[in-house]
């Protein structure tokens, strides 16, 4: 129990002594991967969920030790599921590049913490519908080639070297604008992921 305990304080003091402060200038660069769940939402209700993998990298400059602005390029696959009666299933398959722009607030006493808000320009790059296995390319006047959307997130860091660490985060995505021209009705993506990034600062 005595070299646990001791063990524990260890790990504790290299934690505090392994912290970092960044100085205003900083720039660290995250490229990750991350599986996703997104949903489409009408007037009524969320559609069921599609699962896809997330990918981007993500930079951030540091204006002092608590704050730094985010941005990058993130791909995503947004749409929703839909099922008619018991047994046929529509799918709208829409990938997404995104950049964020986001105020990233570091918080803890290490700094290791991170809460991350701000808005997402996001582009569509491709948009398929399936139904039951069978899949067609959308036309380009079913949907708006450009969304607007609220994202958000919060993250840890661990810090392996000076100069390089691993984050582990959940990013959060709510759409702001209508991606529907084919109808009247009012759509908007919405969703979320779970992230592993290296964090390389330069």
Same mark, same amino acid.
């Given at each position: 129990?005595? !070299?646990?305990?001791?063990?524990?304080?260890?790990?504790?003091?290299f934690g505090f002594v392994n912290a970092q402060s960044?100085?205003?200038? *900083?720039?660290?660069? =995250?490229?990750?991967?991350?599986?996703?769940?997104?949903?489409?939402? $009408?007037?009524? &209700?969320?559609? %069921?969920?599609?699962?896809?993998?997330?990918?981007?990298?993500?930079?951030?400059? #540091?204006? &002092?030790? +608590?704050?730094?602005? +985010?941005?990058?390029?993130?791909?995503?696959?947004?749409?929703?599921?839909? +099922?008619?009666?018991?047994?046929?299933?529509?799918?709208?398959?829409? %990938?997404?590049?995104?950049?964020?722009? &986001?105020? $990233? /607030?570091?918080?803890?006493?290490? +700094?290791? /913490? %991170?809460? %991350?808000?701000?808005?997402?320009?996001?582009?569509? *790059?491709?948009?398929?519908?399936?139904?039951?296995? =069978? =899949?067609? !390319?959308?036309?380009? $006047?079913?949907?708006?080639s450009f969304q607007l959307g609220f994202s958000y997130?919060?993250? #840890?860091?661990?810090?392996? *070297?000076?100069?390089?660490?691993?984050?582990?985060?959940?990013?959060?995505?709510?759409?702001? =604008? @209508?991606? @529907?021209?084919? *109808?009247?009705?009012?759509?908007? &993506?919405?969703? #979320?992921?779970?992230?592993?990034?290296?964090?390389?600062?330069?």
């Amino acid at each position: 129990m005595k !070299k646990i305990l001791l063990s524990l304080v260890a790990l504790a003091t290299f934690g505090f002594v392994n912290a970092q402060s960044r100085d205003k200038g *900083t720039i660290e660069i =995250t490229p990750k991967i991350g599986i996703s769940s997104f949903a489409e939402q $009408n007037e009524e &209700n969320f559609t %069921n969920s599609n699962s896809g993998v997330e990918l981007g990298v993500t930079v951030d400059y #540091y204006f &002092n030790n +608590r704050w730094s602005l +985010r941005s990058g390029l993130v791909a995503d696959k947004m749409g929703g599921k839909y +099922r008619d009666g018991q047994s046929f299933l529509y799918e709208d398959q829409l %990938n997404y590049l995104s950049i964020p722009i &986001n105020a $990233n /607030w570091h918080f803890g006493s290490t +700094r290791k /913490w %991170n809460l %991350n808000f701000g808005l997402s320009p996001s582009f569509l *790059t491709s948009a398929k519908f399936n139904a039951n296995g =069978t =899949t067609i !390319k959308l036309p380009k $006047n079913a949907l708006e080639s450009f969304q607007l959307g609220f994202s958000y997130g919060i993250g #840890y860091k661990i810090e392996i *070297t000076e100069k390089f660490g691993l984050l582990i985060d959940a990013q959060f995505f709510n759409g702001l =604008t @209508n991606i @529907n021209k084919a *109808t009247d009705e009012r759509i908007l &993506n919405a969703g #979320y992921s779970f992230n592993l990034g290296g964090v390389i600062q330069l």
